[in-house]
């Protein structure tokens, strides 16, 4: 198949993956499952659920028994997306082009669908492990629990959210970038990478070559947020700009900061050929994650 087709095919099977994952089955709490499957199900690419199954199929030649810790990443971001939409957070009224999930539903269904979302990341995989045995399937989730956390995407938000209306350094921002945003990138590629049973030194040769692409992803996000298509994005842009954000952008220039995102590509790309296996598939993906228009 050709990458779109591989791409497609994982997307297709992810979004019926996710739609039978979250259920309404008790009417006294229909609404939040509702608010739950709405911010789940809004689209978006699926990059972090793809990347799972990919370093899988790359591992072990075959992808299916890591759907449902897809599916636990893609429940995280949502959740993650949730909460950084609200008013004490970015304050932002819509998201992939529809109302976030509290102008839908109100903030305090906004953040309950996002606790449960993030909860429901950690039983879904645990009762759908069939084929797996406990250690790696601890393993992995593990890996979402760390990246997540307070070391990992959540540790990040603070720094950013802490660092609004001043110019902070270029070495907090990319430690900012490296807990936020490639967060879930590591995850994504050590979750998938141990569920096909990578070795150790396999496993850290994923993570530099996730943290590099987690940069190269930022730093075209910071690039789209000046230029970039607001219809095509889904979400308003000069975002940063307007809440005092030190960016890539803002330290670098665009024409710097677009150099810089080509390189780590490179240098991504550059870790991928250490690992076995055909490679072909992802090394796409990355090319088209740090040079895409939206």
Known sequence: MSFKEMFDQYR???????????????KDYAGLVEAMRYS??????????????????LFSGEYKKAMPYACAIEMVHAYSLIHDDLPCMDDDDFRRGKPSCHKQFGEANALLAGDALLTHAFEHPFSNCEGLDAKTAIAAMRELAVFAGYSGMVGGQYIDLDSEGKKIPLELLNKLQ??????????????GAILGGATQKQLETVDSYCQKLGLAFQITDDILDVVGDEKLL??????????????????????EAKKIADELSDQAVAELNKLPGDKEFVIE?????????Y
Do not use: Q
Request: proline share 1%; hydrophobic share 40%.
């Open 234 to 255: 889904g979400k308003p842009i000069h975002s940063d700009e307007e809440n005092e954000k030190s960016t890539y952008v803002s330290i670098f220039g665009l024409e």
């Open 178 to 191: 490296l807990l936020k945003t490639s967060g879930l990138i590591r995850a994504a590629g050590k979750m």
């Open 40 to 57: 789940l199900l809004s689209g978006g690419k699926r990059i972090r659920a793809v990347m799972v199954l990919e370093f899988c199929r």
């Open 12 to 26: 297709v099977e992810i979004e019926e993956a996710l739609d039978k994952s979250i259920v309404v089955d008790d």
């Open 285 to 293: 993906l990355t090319n088209m994650l740090a040079r895409r228009t």
